[in-house]
């Protein structure tokens, strides 16, 4: 089951930005709060093997991690 986080209205582009798009853009105007900020600043996920990649934008990317072990 895939579930996705997203705005309820359009942006400007006619799309849907999700839970990361949304909070950059918030950082982007300026309205988030110097602990919201760092907090946006440190929740940095990076891998060289994430796993299956089912979706990608220019905001963000959507992957199914491989199983453990």
Do not use: C, H, W
């Not at 895939?2 to 849907?16: E, I, K, L, W």
């Not at 440190?42 to 491989?66: M, N, T």
């Amino acid at each position: 089951m895939y579930v996705r986080f997203q705005s309820p209205t359009p942006n400007a582009r006619g799309t849907y930005p999700g839970v990361f798009g949304l909070v950059n853009s918030l950082a982007a105007q300026g309205l988030l709060s110097p602990g919201e900020e760092a907090f946006r600043r440190d929740v940095r996920l990076e891998s060289a093997d994430p796993g299956k990649v089912i979706y990608e934008d220019d905001d963000q990317i959507v992957v199914v991690p491989r199983p453990a072990g």
